[in-house]
Nanobody
């Protein structure tokens, strides 16, 4: 089993920044990719950014140029640097770790962007 724990959420004003962290532990042997997803109230969960073990990454169009995903393979940790935050970025952010074609999810961390 793989455990996934997110941290770093909170309240921030529009235009501000936050950095989310996610650590994976447990029975880790070959992570394919790690990623961030979010779910706003009344909406479906959506992909924000994912990063593969080789370092390549994908972003949702809505966050390109504002968010940056990075990864520490040695520590099985992934980060999401969020800049120029908008009210519409408000959501619960979830980390997902993909290993052996199985996804492991954290419990989520709330990001609220409000003045």
């Amino acid at each position: 089993q793989v455990q996934v724990v997110e941290s770093g959420g909170g309240l921030v004003q529009p235009g501000g920044s936050l950095r989310l962290s996610c650590a994976a532990s447990g029975n880790i042997f070959s992570i394919n990719f790690m990623g961030w997803y979010r779910q706003a109230p009344g909406k479906e969960r959506e992909m924000v950014a994912i990063i593969y073990s080789g370092g390549s990454s994908n972003y949702a169009d809505s966050v390109k140029g504002r968010f940056t995903i990075s990864r520490d393979n040695a520590e099985n940790t992934v980060y999401l640097q969020m800049n120029s935050l908008k009210v519409e970025d408000t959501a619960v952010y979830y980390c997902m770790v993909n290993q052996a074609a199985k996804g492991y999810w954290g419990k989520g961390t709330l990001v609220t962007v409000s003045s």
